[in-house]
């Protein structure tokens, strides 16, 4: 299968029994790991959307996500005419990034 670069930055793959383009992230992730559960993304975990090896692809509810990439944008300066976030919103932040770390952690223990 052939992938494109769409203007988003992500890969696509065609889907000949479907008759339509799929995100090359989703069809690695589905393949390895599963069905990704309603309301979850797959996420980049170095930020490079063109990286789609497993190791490099993480799910997680779409909320986190958004104020992951939320925040990274603030930090770069993108948001210039928005506010900062507010202590609150990186106290959540922080939190949603120790309980991924841990879930990540149990995620690669085998249980025998």
């Known amino acids: ?5 769409h203007i988003s930055g ?8 479907l008759k339509k383009y799929e995100w090359e992230h989703r ?14 993304v797959v996420h980049h975990i170095n930020g490079n959307k063109k990286d789609n090896q497993i190791e490099n692809l993480e799910i997680m509810p779409a909320k986190v996500h958004n104020s992951i990439e939320t ?10 005419n928005r ?17 991924r770390r841990k879930e990540k952690f149990w995620s690669t223990r085998k249980i025998t």
């Open 83 to 99: 506010p900062k976030p507010t202590e609150d919103m990186k106290e959540r932040i922080s939190k949603t990034m120790k309980i």
């Open 71 to 80: 925040l990274k944008h603030w930090k770069k300066g993108c948001f210039l």
């Open 27 to 40: 069809i690695v992730w589905e393949k390895n790991k599963g069905k990704i559960p309603d309301g979850w």
């Open 10 to 17: 992500y890969m696509r793959i065609w889907n000949p029994e």
């Open 1 to 5: 299968m052939k992938s494109i670069n």
